[in-house]
């Protein structure tokens, strides 16, 4: 079992800058790919950045330039920094994980984004 806790989120005006940082732990070895995913009222769960353990990189158009996924493989933690942040980033991140073909996800850390 992998157990992911978010932290870092919050409310911030249009413009503004978030990170947020997602601690692993439990069954941590051989964890591959990590990412965050958002959900926002009546929206289904879309993904916004995903990192694999070597350090590559995607991300949903709408956040590319804006935020940057991050990893620290020895603190087994991920970041993902939000720049420019604009109303319609407003959601719930979710953390997750994958490792060995099996997903996990931390609970979420609410974003609101004022305009």
């Known amino acids: 079992q992998v157990q992911l806790v978010e932290s870092g989120g919050g409310t911030v005006q249009a413009g503004g800058s978030l990170r947020l940082s997602c601690a692993a732990s439990?069954?941590?070895?051989?964890?591959?790919?990590m990412g965050w995913y958002r959900q926002a009222p009546g929206k289904q769960r879309e993904l916004v950045a995903g990192?694999?353990?070597?350090?590559?990189?995607k991300y949903a158009d709408s956040v590319k330039g804006r935020f940057t996924i991050s990893r620290d493989n020895g603190k087994n933690t991920v970041y993902l920094q939000m720049n420019s942040l604009k109303p319609e980033d407003t959601a719930v991140y979710y953390c997750?994980?994958?490792?060995?073909?099996?997903?996990?996800w931390g609970r979420g850390t609410q974003v609101t984004v004022s305009s």
């Open positions: 997750q994980a994958e490792r060995i073909g099996v997903d996990y």
């Open positions: 439990g069954s941590i070895f051989s964890i591959n790919a």
């Open positions: 990192i694999t353990r070597g350090g590559s990189t």
